[in-house]
Each structure stands twice: as C-alpha cells, then as structure tokens.
C-alpha cells in the first residue's frame, strides 16, 4: 500500500518518544502539588502514555513500516535513523509491542499498589523512562546504542526494585541487582571494547562488513563476542548470569518484578538476536556461539526448573520459572542454522514466545501483587484458600500458570510446541528432549500454587478488604489476552517470522 | 614515537583483571564499586587506544559517554548502598543475606 | 455376477425374504432382545412371545434361504459394513459382511428349527413353573439366537470371532440365570473362563491370518474381496506362489499354516467342549434344560465345529492339523464315554455324552470327512436337542429331581416323552434306521477309509478309539432309558409325576419324527447300492444345485476333496482294503451296528428288571476315578491357583515395584536434584560475582580451545 504523504522518518522512534514524553510530564505533573501526589492521576498519565506508545507501535507493526514490501526481499525494508544508529524494523516494532503492553499493564496495577508509597511520580516515571531504554535497545543499531539503551533499562530499574525503601528484601535484592548488573555492564563494556579493538568499527553493520573481510585479531574477536554474550545473559537472565533473580524479583515490588521480568527480558532478547543472528552471524568459525547458547539453554532450563521445584516461596518459583523460559527463549538461538527457513523458524518460534510470555508472566506476577495487597502471606500455604475468597483472580492465575506450563489453556502451547516442532524438524533432538522433560518438571510446581489457591483448605480467616480496580484491570487484560493468543497465535507468529527473515536472511 | 598498541591491551587487560580481582574479594559495597570503575575504565583504555591506531573518532566518542555512564551508575549504586546502610546498619555486601537458596 | 442358476429369480419367495436377505435371522431376535430387555414385563409370557415369533420368522427366512439355494441361487457374499477402511496395499481392511452358501444356509436351518422349538418348550418348562426373572431368560435367548445366526453367517475370521466371544457371553448369562444359588453361578464363570482360554488362541490365530495374509475373507465373491485367505495359503502350496503371504518365526509356508490351524484349533476345542478343555460342559448343566438343550447340545458347542468346517480348504492343507484334530476327537469320544456310564444324573449323562460325540465330529474333520462331520453335526442336533428337551420334561415331571436312581417306571405315565426320548436314544447308540446310525457310520468310514490309504498311523488310533466309544455310547444310553424309564417307580414322585404341558409336549414330537427320518439326508452306508444323486447332504455341500462359478470354486465339498487328497494338500488318499467302496460302507455298518446292539442288550439285562441294581458299584476304584472326572477339574483348579496365581503375583510385584518404582523414583531424584541446585544460590552477593565469572572462566576456556583463539 502506498501512503501519499509519508511521515518523516524519525517519526519512526514515535513509541520510544511518546514514552519519553510521558516520563516528563509526569514529573511536571508531580511538580504541580509537590506536597501531595494525586497518585489516580499520575497513573492515568502513565497509562495513556504507554497506550500512545502501544498505538504508534501496533499501528507501525500492521502498515508494514520497516517491513519489507511486496517487491523487496524479506531482508530489506528496515528504516535507519540518525546515521545508522537506530534501526527500526520488523523485529523492532514486534518488541515494542511486547514492551509497551506490559509497561500499560505494569502501570495499571501499580495504582493500588502503591497507594502508600511516598515517591510515586519518581516511580512511575522511572518506570517509562526504562520503558524508553527498552525501546531503543530494540531499535540500536550499534553498540554504542545498545550499551546506553541497555543502561538506560537497567539504571532505572536497580531504583526501582530498591524502591520499598524501608524493606529489607527490596533493598537487599536491589542490591544484589545493582551488583551484579555493574559487573556484568563492565564486562559488556570491555566486551564492545575489544570487539573495536577487533574491528575497528562499533556500528552494527560496518561490524559484519569488518568480519566478512577478515579480522586480524581473532581471539580477541572472539573474546570480545564472548563477554558481550555474558552481558547479554545477564540482562535475560541465564545462567550463570541469573544469580540475581530470584532475589531481585522475590525483593522487589511484585509489579516491579512483572516489569523485569517481561520486559526487561525481551528488551535483552531483542539484543541478543539482533548482535548474534545479524551482527556475528557468520562468525561462528571464530566463536561458534550457536554452541555456547547450547550450554547456556540447556543449563539454564535445568537448573532453573529443578530448583524451582524446592521452593515455598511463591514469588520465587515464579523468578525460576523466568528463568527457565529464558532458557526455553535460548532455544531459539541455541538452534540456529545459519539462515531462517521453513514457514516457521526457530527463531519466530522463539519471538512468538516471548511475545505470549510477556502476557503471562507479567499476570502471574500481578497476581503475586494482588496477594501482597491483601497482605495475605509469601509462601505456597499462605495461598491456600484463595480460590474461595477471589475466584476471579484466580481463575485467572490458573491460565496464566498453566499456560506458562504450556498447557491449551492459553497462548504459552503453542508457542511452546512450535519451538519443540521447530527443533525437531531442525534436527535439534536433544534441546527437544530437554525443552520436554523441563516443561513436564514445571508442570509440578505450577499445578502446586494451583493445588493450593483451589483445593486446599485455607490456614485463616482472610478477608480481602477491597477489590483494587487497577489490579484487577490488569490481571483481567493479561489473562485476556493470554486466551485470546489461542486463536490468534497465527497473527502473532506471521509478524515473528516478518522479524526473523529481517535480521536472519 | 608511538607505544604499541599491543601493550596497551596488555594494560588493559591488566586493569580490568585487578578490577575483577577487587570485586570477587572485597566485601565492601563502595570498593565493589571502585573496582567496577576500574574494570569500566579497562575498556576505555581499549578503546582510546584503538581509537588512535584506526584512525577514526568513534572509540574517543564511546570513551565519552563511557565516563558519563559510568558515573551514573555510580550515583544510582551510592543511593543503593545508603538504603543498604540504612536497613542492614552496615555497607558488608555479605551481610545482607535475608533472601538465599 | 454371482452364479446364478438362470431359474433362480422365479424362485424367490415373494414374502419372505431369502438368500437376499438371510441377515434378518440375526436381525429379528436382536430387535426382540431390546424389545424385552426394555419391556420385558409388560410382554404377554414375559418375552416368551417375541422370542418365538423372531426365532419363527428367523427359521422360514432361513427355509426359504436353503429353498432358493436349492432352486440354485448363487453363494451371497456381501460386505455389509467396513470397520476400519484399509488403505490400498497398506494395512487390512475390517468389515463385517455375510457369506450364504449351502454349509452357512443348513447351519442357519438348524439354529433357527431347534431355538424355535426351545422357545416353544420353555413356556412349559420356565413359564408353566412359574420362575422369576423370565424377561432376562428370554432376552438372553434372543441375544444368543442372534449371535449364533451371525456367528454363521460370517464372512470373515475376525468377525467370526466376535460372535464366538458374543455366544460365549449368552451362554454365560444363561448358565448363571439362577445366579441366586451359588451353583449355577460358580458353573457360569467356569464356561466362561475355560472357553475365554480357548478363545485366547483364537484371537491370536485370527491375528496371525490376518499378518499373514492380509485378509480374513472366507470366500472370495465379493466385490471389492480379492481372494480369501485360505485361496491364498493354497496358492501358496499348490502353485509355489507364495509371494502373498508372509511367514514368522521363520517357518515355511506349510509348517505356518498347520500353526495358524493349530491356533484356531484351540477356539474349537473350548468352545465344542473337546479334552482338556472340556470340563465346563458337565458343570453347564446347571442351567435351565432348555438353555442345555439349545446351548450345550445343538448349536453353541457346535461353533467350534461349525468353524473348522467353514474353513475346511485351510485346514486341508496341513496333515499335521488334521492330524492332531482327528486324535483330538478319537479320544475326547472315548474318554467322555468312559465318564457317561457312572453318573447318576440324567443331564450328566446327557453332557458327557455331548462333549463324546463332538469328539466323532472333531474325528470326523481330522479323518477328512467333511460331509460325514457336518452330516453328525445335524443329526446330532437333532437328537441331542430331543434327549434334553425330553431329559426336561422328566425333570419337571419329577419337580425338578435328577437322579436316576430316584426315577423309574415313567414309561407308563409319560407315553410321550418315552416314546420321543427313546427315539432320540436310538439315534444316539446308532441303531438302524435311527438318524445317529447315519452319520455316526458316516464319520467311521470316512476316517478308516483314509488310514486304510496309508495315512498317519494316528487316524488308526483314532478310528479304534472311535469303534471304542460307540460300544461305551450304546451302554450308557440304553443304561439311561432304562433306569428313567423302566422298571418299577423307585420313589413316590415317580409313581405320580406331575404332568407336562403341551408346549412342551410339541418339540419333543416334531424332533422325534425329525430324529427317525433325518438320516435319509446321506445313507451313506448303502452308497454302494443307491443311485449318485441320493446323497443329498454331499450333493448339497458340492453346491450341486449351484451355479458353475460356486462349483468351482473353494467351498465345496468336492474341493476340499481335492485338496485333501493332492500332496499339496494333506495328501490323503482311500484305501478299501480290497473290499471297494461300496462294500466296505456296507461292512462298516454292519459292524458298528452289531457293536452297538451286544452293549444294548447287555445293558438291558443288567437294569432291564423291575429293581436294578447298581452294578456300576462293582468298579470299586474304577468308578471313583470316572465320577471324579479323572480328576481333571481339580486339576484344572490347581492350574489356576497353584501356578497362574503365583506367577501373577510375581507380575504385579513387578508391576508395582519396578515400573511404579521407576515413576515415583524419578520424582524423587528430582526433588532430590532440586534440593541440591537450590543451595548454589547462597544469597551472598559476592558469591553471585564469583559463580558469574567462573562460568564465564569455563566459557572462555573451552570456547578458546574450541575456537582457536590460543
């Protein structure tokens, strides 16, 4: 379709800048009455904020920006911006999607939450200016882009897990957050840094030119694909860079940790497909990372579901069960053949998940953020009960765990059987074999919670006091949307496998 | 008369591995972050130095927002640590603990 | 199409239908089944009515089938439904369908003549006596009438053995109808357990035919049926071409056949009550005696027979099977004798000397008699059916007494009854011109007439232990009559016993008469003498009155002749010793008629007196071995408990210990697993930094190696 007046083109950065608009505005708003926070509407503002951001990248995604047109090849059609700094494109515009939805749901279930709390403009506009950062990660087309984007999400963020600032588990997973994510931007830092040392460039193109034509530096090319690999799983989560999860997300305020977890991840997914798969695509000869995602896939799924299965706190399995799909999510590079083919490729299949992911977990976290609203306790037979006193909300968990679990209750089957269909018919058994005995290991701590919001009986008396609006908006959309994912799973993974040929070719 | 470049990843490397070396020992929080400055600064060696022997500007540009990131995150850590100090009446990484297994 | 005599289309009956649509037999009693299972009782006799206007009807339909056939309607066979639609060249197709040929029609005359008559009795017998329960007795009548008439009409193995397993089920239901008292119900699982192990072999052999050779079909003349597998096998053998069937275990064609006969032998010996698995008849009796009558004399028990007959052209290829069929037969005839002549009770009698004349009929089959078997098969139907029915009416006369030595002088009060029942006896021993002497001469001849020709020694065996049997069957009938009948009335009941219904009166006349003058069917012993055309039954089975194609094709009696007779065959071949075949029929005769007559008079002069005495009490030792069976129920019992019982314990201990323990194990190395990974995450910040840089240690050392960064 022809558009007759064409936007300028960095119009096409709109989501990230409505996003950074609305950060401002909400602390001119927050200036108004310095002394009282009018806590509704500073939620309404970050709310239709994001859904202006959600708009421009949902309206972007269906016109085709970025994408490849009728006549182009599907490699073709991205948009670049500001001297090839930004790009955006079909994978782009597909994670902004994710990212703005969750900031929507995020902000939307925060209003109840933080009823007490007393910086809740600082907050709320924390919150979208790490959504920004997210944005942009999806749109950096160099590193020097990808690594301020990146710390434009995780500086925000180390805040705002700390943000109950008189909670010894906010502070202290704030913390460990904070720590480990320094360490892990340095070695990110020193990772870019050797790759240009290798290279001699830091734009993502004029990398994959440098490689083609042969570096002199091989090992330290490698080194360097290396530790940007490590910083990479830091940000998703995988092990052995996921040591901080389970405490930040355990520590931090339940929609804080929906936030990282949903879409801090894709934002580090998004990084890792577009530096691995694009970038140092043909690099394998120097550092075969289709290998190291191997292990790190592998171990990761293990480790994360295993030890899940000994936890009694709820927040923690569900930071382990985070893990674990990142795990699930590596398959898709962990399979990579060299070039996207088939009608449905590893890696749609693994961007189609992470899309539905993000719906799910960021309810079963909501969830988490209703029970600690009503102050009912953090373990498993604290949850006994639930069922009677807020059917709804529950009902709702069960689709987002058993969906999670990759049962047909919700989108989270098919995404999981196309990557298990995706790497059988792409000759990957043993990550087939892996990703089946994991989901069947899962199913045993998710049919726990399960077990005990309906069937057991309840320890106490609990009286939920009200029935937050916000909350419950939000777990109702996210739960929604998780079903609706059924049917309209095909929609989902066209788009994924528009992204995938984007950057695979 | 100009240095090879070789030294200077050399030094680099150095650098980056004391820094490492502070943050796998050391217990307290601020010297972690010393040592995180120092494994940062590593990579503007490089990239300073590399810079030079490509000819092009853009490791000196990377150097610069470096420092400037680098310094942001510092600020957001000191805030942390103070939280920290607050609730755990001490700034020993080791002591906070609550959350483990 | 099919061969059609050009007559045939002004043979059909307007009303009724035939060959065309020889399926309503099955269909009306299973309609009536329903109809009394919901409204049993509301029904006019409690069911009793449906039942005989079905079973009525059943019988014209099938009267009118043998009618069109004789006027020289082709063979029908139709798939009438497919189960499971193989896919061309791959995998077997299942239908179910009906194949109506002379064997299938007389068999379905039979089932329709002698369930008609049960139907008509029971009224006097169950309903006169005012039972309970009666809806259940005749809806599980005319589920029986309907698997029975299926059962015959098959055109598949499988399909055959659906209805077998269905027969067995009804019999089961009727056995156990007084399932209030704890004999009827111990008597019903035990027919059903030891016919099911049967039915096990069955099951793998119809499994085996159809890996085999793809197919099940006994015939070939529908559309869309290739050839049946017993084509197949003989192809096989006779042309070498055995490229259509597959062997297993690497055996050669012949030898995989004589196994698959061998496997199917085994449906056949539990359900026609053969050694060893013959043990549930006797106990069957605790049954109502219209259900013994019906069931464990003229048609269920026939099955196994029926069976073997339908797939005769298999069987003749393999001497082996013959073989061991006919040894089966010989001596399950003289060993089921030997235990007829000590019982006490008038049904036992009767039992024990159903599971031996089956065994003539097994004979008959292993001797290579096939008309002579089918022959037996119908007149002993016939006759059998007679005895018990007659047996019934004593029993009722009696107000239900059994025992003979309770009985006594009834000839006088029961003319009928004793006129019929001695009819049927005379059948039974084999007496000139009686029905029994027929075929029963018919099976010898046919046995001896192939050991003559020099085939296994077995069939010698065989044919003696047959001879053996007919002196023991003559004794122990006439032993029956006339302690039942003769003599002075042993108790009060007997001098005055209860009188009996005209509905019962009824069939006992119509198998009486039918009893006398069923033998013209096949004099066989007179073939010398009487002109081709009077062997009616071996013409009918040749198809004679059929079209070419049926002639010549794998279901007649002339066929299977010649495969019998041909070395791809079983290689049988006739000897008269001289006499020529005629003479030796005559002969024949002649000596199983005098053996016959000495057992009958001996016996009527040991219990032929006003007061017999037990004479069987003199031996000793003997005679407690045959009342007890040879022990073989206790054995059969000992195989159960002693043997199958452990070895299932050993399996569930399996079971439970091992796979249930391999389940539950891998929940708990999980666990254990979990617990362990859990302690990786010791909460200490530096810890974090620490595990991080060593796997990114690990990374870079391996991946430098790898690599080739070193």
Known sequence: MTEVTTLPDWTAIAPALALLGTAFVLLLADMIDPDDSNGTALTGISVTGGLVALGFALWYLLAGTGQPGASQEPTEGAIELFGDALVVDGMSLFFSVIITSVVVLVALASHEYLREHPYQAEYYSLVLLASTGMVMVTAANSFVTAFISIELVSLPSYALVASLKTNEGSVEGGLKYFLIGALSSAIFAYGIALVYVATGSLQFGAVEIAIADGVGFDSLLGLGMLMILGGIAFKIAAVPFHFWAPDAYEGAPAPISAFISSASKAAGFVLGFRVFVDVFGTATGVFDWVDAFLILSIVTMTIANFTALKQDNVKRILAYSSV??????????????????????????????????????????????????????????????????????????????????????????????????????????????????????????????????WIEEPGEDLEPGEYPTGLYAAIAVAALATILLIPAFGFVIEYAEIAARMIGG | MAVEPGWYLLLSAAVFCIGLFGVLVRRNALVFLMSIELMINAANINLVAFALVYGNITGQTFVLFLIALAAAEVAVGIGIILALNRNFESIDVTDAVTMRW | MLGTHPLASSISIPIVPGIGGAEVTALFPLVTFVLILAFGRYLPFKGAFPGIVATGLGFLVALATVVEIAGGAGPRHETLHTLVAGVSGEGVTLTFGVLIDPLSALMLTIVGLISLLVHLFSLGYMNAEGEIDLPRYYAALSLFTFSMMAFVLSDNLLMSFVFFELVGLCSYLLIG???????????????FLVTRFGDYFFLIGVVAVLGTFGTAQFASYAPGVEASFVEIATDALEHGETGEMRTFLGLGERAWITAIGLLVL???????????????????????????????????????????????????LSPTALAVIALVGGFTAFFAATMALVKQELKQ?????????????????????????????????????????????????????????????????????????????????????????????????????????????????????????????????????????????????????????????????????????????????????????????????????????FRESSLTAEHYHHVLTHDFGAGYSSGYAGLGEGNLALVGGVVALVLALIPAAVAWRLYGGAEPDPHMMNLGRIRTVLMNNYYQDEYQVWLARGFTLPIATLANKFDQGIIDGLVDGSGGVSLFAGGRFRQIQTGVATTYAALLVLGLLILIAVFAVTGGWI
Request: net charge negative; glycine share 12%.
């Open chain 1, 324 to 453: 674990a799909h990142a795990g699930y999510i590596l398959i898709a590079l962990a399979a990579f053949t060299g070039s996207v083919e088939g009608e449905i490729s590893i890696l749609g299949a693994g961007m189609a998940h992470l899309f539905v992911y993000g719906f799910m977990n960021t309810g079963a976290f909501l969830f988490i953020a209703l029970a600690e609203y009503w102050d009912v306790g953090r373990t498993v037979e604290d949850y006994h009960g639930l069922g009677n006193r807020a059917p709804f909300a529950c009902a709702a968990m069960t689709v987002f765990l058993f969906s999670l679990a990759g049962l047909p209750i919700g989108g989270g089957f098919f995404s999981k059987f196309y990557l298990l269909f995706a790497t059988v018919t792409g000759g990957q058994e043993l990550l087939g074999a892996a990703l089946i005995i994991n989901s069947v290991v899962s199913l045993f701590y998710y049919t726990r919670i399960v077990r005990a919001i």
């Open chain 3, 349 to 549: 009698v009767l039992a024990y000397s159903t599971i031996s004349q089956y065994g003539y009929m097994m004979l008959a089959l292993g001797g290579g008699g096939y008309v002579a078997a089918v022959f037996h098969l119908t007149t002993h139907a016939i006759f059998k059916a007679l005895l018990f029915l007659g047996a019934g009416a004593v029993i009722i006369a009696m107000h239900h007494e059994e025992n003979m030595w309770e009985m006594g002088g009834l000839k006088d009060e029961m003319r009928t009854t004793y006129l019929t029942f001695l009819a049927g006896s005379l059948a039974l021993a084999g007496i000139f011109p009686f029905a029994g002497f027929w075929s029963k001469d018919e099976v010898l001849f046919e046995t001896l007439v192939h050991a003559l020709g020099g085939g296994a020694p077995v069939l010698f065996v065989a044919y003696a232990l047959g001879l053996l049997a007919v002196i023991l069957t003559a004794f122990y009938t006439f032993r029956m009559v006339l302690l039942t009948f003769h003599g002075d009335p042993r108790t009060d009941t007997a001098e005055d016993p209860h009188s009996i219904t005209l509905s019962m009166k009824v069939p006992l006349v119509v198998l009486g008469v039918l009893s006398v003058v069923a033998g013209v069917l096949n004099m066989g012993v007179f073939k010398g003498f009487l002109p081709e055309n009077a062997l009616f039954l071996e013409r009918w089975l040749d198809g004679a009155t059929m079209g070419e194609q």
């Open chain 3, 177 to 191: 109808f007084w399932y209030r008292e704890p004999g009827p119900a111990s008597a019903a699982k035990k027919a």
């Open chain 3, 266 to 316: 085994g449906g056949a010996v539990g359900k026609s009550a053969q050694f060893p698995l013959h043990t549930w008849l006797p106990d069957a009796m605790e049954g109502p005696t219209p259900v013994s009558a019906l069931i464990h004399a003229a048609t269920m028990v026939a099955a196994g027979v029926f069976l073997i007959a339908r797939m005769y052209g298999f069987y003749a």
